[in-house]
C-alpha cells in the first residue's frame, strides 16, 4: 500500500520537487555537480517510488496490483461489516452481510493504484494494465453482450489512458526497444547454445545498433 502511495506523494505532493530541491542544495553546500541524468530524470515529473526507474515503479505495481487487490477484498470481507437491510418493517432493521463494503474499497484502492501508474507515465505499462484488465473482466463476466461491452470500455479507456499519458512525448524510447530486440535476436542467431556471456550485451549491442539510435 505505501508503494502505490509513493505515486501520490512524489507528483500531486510535490515530493519529486521537494527531492531535486534539497539534492541541488545539498550539491551546492559540497560544491559538487548534480549528474545530468539525476535531474533530467527528476524534472521530467515521473513517479519512481522507491526505484531509480519510473518504468521499474510501474512494473512493481503491475505484478503486486492483484495481490493487492485480493488482500483488501479478503480483508474487508473478514471484518464481518453489517449493515441494514432496507425495506424492513421491524422496528429495528435486520442486518445481513453485505458485499458494498468490499467493493469500495476495491474501488478505492484500485483509483489509487492507476493514479500511481497513471504519474509513472509508463506506456508500456499501461498497454499490460489493459489488456490483463479487460482479459479479466470478459472471463469472468457472463453473457457475451456483457463481454463485448466490458471489452470496449476498457479498451476505450485505455486509449483516453495512453492520450493523457502520450501528451508531449516522443516514441524515441520505443525506438530503443525495437533495437534492443533486434540486437538480441541477432546474439541468439550468432550464439544459440551458449549466448553471449555475462555483462557482454553493451558491447555488442553498440556493434549492432544503428548510429542514430541511442545506447543503452
Known amino acids: 500500500a505505501w508503494v502505490v502511495l509513493q505515486g501520490w506523494r512524489q507528483v500531486p505532493g510535490g515530493g519529486i520537487?521537494?527531492?531535486l530541491e534539497m539534492a541541488r542544495e545539498m550539491a551546492r553546500e559540497n560544491g559538487q555537480e548534480l549528474p545530468?541524468?539525476?535531474?533530467?530524470?527528476?524534472?521530467g515529473g515521473r513517479a519512481f517510488g522507491s526505484f531509480f526507474l519510473p518504468n521499474s515503479y510501474a512494473a512493481h505495481l503491475l505484478l503486486t496490483g492483484p495481490v493487492l487487490a485480493l488482500l483488501v477484498w479478503f480483508?474487508?470481507?473478514?471484518l464481518g461489516f453489517r449493515v441494514p437491510e432496507l425495506g424492513t418493517k421491524n422496528q429495528e432493521p435486520?442486518?445481513?452481510?453485505?458485499?458494498?463494503?468490499?467493493?469500495?474499497?476495491?474501488a478505492a484502492t484500485a483509483a489509487l493504484w492507476l493514479g500511481s501508474l497513471y504519474f509513472s507515465r509508463s506506456r508500456a505499462a499501461l498497454v499490460a494494465?489493459?489488456?490483463c484488465g479487460a482479459a479479466t473482466v470478459v472471463?469472468?463476466?457472463?453473457?457475451?453482450?456483457?463481454?463485448?461491452?466490458?471489452g470496449t470500455i476498457c479498451l476505450i479507456a485505455g486509449i483516453g489512458f495512453f492520450i493523457a499519458i502520450q501528451h508531449g512525448r516522443s516514441f524515441s524510447s520505443l525506438e530503443a526497444r525495437?533495437?534492443?530486440?533486434?540486437?538480441a535476436f541477432r546474439m541468439t542467431r550468432e550464439n544459440p547454445a551458449t549466448g553471449k556471456g555475462l555483462y557482454e550485451f553493451f558491447p555488442h549491442y553498440m556493434r549492432f545498433k544503428s548510429a542514430e539510435t541511442e545506447e543503452t
Open 36 to 43: 545530468r541524468a539525476f535531474v533530467k530524470r527528476l524534472e
Open 129 to 131: 494494465a489493459v489488456v
Open 94 to 106: 435486520r442486518t445481513r452481510n453485505s458485499k458494498a463494503f468490499a467493493f469500495l474499497a476495491i
Open 178 to 183: 525495437s533495437q534492443y530486440w533486434s540486437a
Open 17 to 19: 520537487e521537494a527531492t
Open 139 to 150: 472471463s469472468t463476466l457472463p453473457g457475451r453482450r456483457r463481454k463485448v461491452l466490458a
Open 75 to 78: 480483508g474487508v470481507r473478514s
